[in-house]
């Protein structure tokens, strides 16, 4: 029973080390909660230090970190789309572009997103159906968008994963 115990904290940090992992990969990828999976490596990796190395502080500025990540992802998208007057649709086809480019491997993602927001302007306007340099141009405009989100919430990503290693080594 005893040596159960002692292998309970291995377990528990193979554990963080797989969220983190996750996290990361969540931050590009639209099926996982990248940030979230982040935080909860943090405070579940603080807490089996017993928040000595690894404080509140850190935990604090994680979760700060996190919420700016997922505010970063939207904003980013809206803006992009909103620069060209995009429709709503559009945002919403370049979410399940990036969902459908999930199976076509990493030029499924970087594409997928570009065709969805222009399917979703083509639905969303009757008025610019037939004019494919508008459709074009919201669909890069909604993709450049949600690629700066992305490239944001991965720096804040690592910056969460750096603040969580240097508090557990200083």
Same mark, same amino acid.
Not at 127 to 146: H, N, P, S
């Given at each position: 029973?005893?040596?159960?115990?002692?292998?309970?904290?291995?377990?528990?940090?193979?554990?963080?080390?797989?969220?983190?992992?996750?996290?990361?990969?969540?931050?590009?990828?639209?099926?996982?909660?990248?940030?979230?999976?982040?935080?909860?490596?943090?405070?579940?990796?603080?807490?089996?230090?017993?928040?000595?190395?690894?404080?509140?502080?850190?935990?604090?500025?994680?979760?700060?970190?996190?919420?700016?990540?997922?505010?970063?992802?939207?904003?980013?998208?809206?803006?992009?789309?909103?620069?060209?007057?995009?429709?709503?649709?559009?945002?919403?086809?370049?979410? /399940?572009? $990036?969902?459908? #480019?999930?199976?076509? %491997?990493? &030029?499924?993602? @970087?594409?997928?997103? +570009?065709?969805?927001? !222009? *399917?979703?302007?083509?639905?969303?306007?009757?008025?610019?159906?037939?004019?494919?340099?508008?459709?074009?141009?919201?669909? /890069?405009? $909604?993709?450049? #968008?949600?690629?700066? %989100?992305? &490239?944001?919430? @991965?720096?804040?990503? +690592?910056?969460?994963? !750096? *603040?969580?290693?240097?508090?557990?080594?200083?």
């Amino acid at each position: 029973m005893v040596e159960s115990l002692n292998l309970l904290p291995t377990v528990l940090w193979f554990v963080v080390v797989l969220l983190f992992v996750l996290g990361l990969a969540g931050l590009v990828l639209p099926a996982l909660p990248g940030s979230g999976l982040l935080l909860a490596a943090v405070v579940l990796g603080a807490w089996i230090d017993g928040f000595e190395r690894v404080g509140w502080l850190t935990v604090t500025a994680c979760a700060v970190l996190a919420v700016l990540a997922v505010l970063a992802d939207y904003v980013a998208g809206v803006l992009g789309a909103k620069r060209v007057n995009a429709h709503p649709y559009a945002l919403v086809g370049a979410a /399940l572009g $990036t969902l459908v #480019g999930l199976f076509g %491997g990493i &030029v499924g993602l @970087l594409f997928m997103p +570009f065709v969805g927001a !222009g *399917l979703g302007e083509w639905i969303g306007r009757q008025d610019t159906r037939k004019d494919l340099g508008r459709i074009t141009q919201v669909g /890069l405009a $909604t993709w450049l #968008g949600m690629l700066i %989100g992305t &490239v944001v919430k @991965l720096a804040l990503g +690592f910056l969460m994963v !750096g *603040l969580f290693v240097l508090a557990l080594v200083v």
